[in-house]
């Protein structure tokens, strides 16, 4: 069963560094999510996006965010200059439709540490 | 107050009991979904659900629109169903639950 790929599992970055999370997402689907779950809290909405555009975004997710799905197959998350409390598991999602009908697929997430 | 309101917080139970986990929503959804979070973190999609009732192996679950109510059950609960079970509302994102904690005891 086609499954969201997220690279890497683990990154441990030193704060005001730049991060780029990486996530494959089932090839034919249409709308991409990133969420974050930070430990010990529930998991919150950062942005979607559908067409090659951010079609909605929370307020966690400001300037220093930002999405691109470069060459068609991989859709990121950077982060620009991270701060301790961007620390959290980040879990990348997608669907084939925006109905009821189409499922999300979620990957197994990528735990950031920022030191 | 939260959207997305699921109880119990925290449920132990032992091997073999049904188990119901609640989710109380208060917005417009286009459906709901339950997930399933492991120890590790990963997320998996249970179930989605816009009206009636789901069942897939030992797991069922059930939702009323009118009530905006859902809830999860497991029959013959076995240790392996020990996990965090989260409902999430779905209006073009996804609204969450504080999620369930479950833990089954042999």
């Known amino acids: 069963e086609p499954e969201v790929t997220q690279t890497p599992s683990h990154q441990v970055t030193q704060m005001g560094q730049e991060v780029i999370l990486r996530c494959v997402p089932i090839s034919n689907h249409l709308y991409f999510y990133w969420y974050r779950q930070i430990l010990g809290q529930k998991v919150e909405f950062l942005v979607s996006f559908y067409n090659n555009e951010i079609s909605e975004k929370s307020e966690i997710f400001d300037d220093q965010f930002s999405v691109e799905r470069p060459d068609g197959s991989n859709f990121t998350l950077k982060i620009r200059s991270t701060k301790l409390e961007d620390s959290a598991m980040y879990f990348c999602?997608?669907?084939?439709?925006?109905?009821?009908?189409?499922?999300?697929?979620f990957g197994n997430g990528t735990r950031l540490t920022v030191t | 107050k939260n959207e997305v309101e699921q109880s119990p917080q925290n449920l132990t139970a032992q091997e073999g009991e049904f188990i119901t986990i609640n989710c109380s929503y208060s917005?417009?959804?286009?459906?709901l979904h339950w997930l399933q979070q492991h120890p590790g973190g990963g997320i998996v999609s249970l179930f989605m659900l816009s009206s009636g009732k789901k069942k897939h192996g030992r797991l069922i679950a059930t939702i009323n629109i009118q009530e905006k109510h859902s809830s999860l059950h497991i029959t013959a609960s076995h240790p392996r169903d020990s996990a965090v079970y989260i409902c999430a509302a779905f209006n073009y994102q996804l609204i969450w639950g504080a999620g369930t904690k479950l833990i089954i005891k042999p």
């Open positions: 917005v417009g959804i286009s459906a």
């Open positions: 999602a997608s669907r084939g439709g925006e109905s009821s009908g189409s499922p999300l697929h």
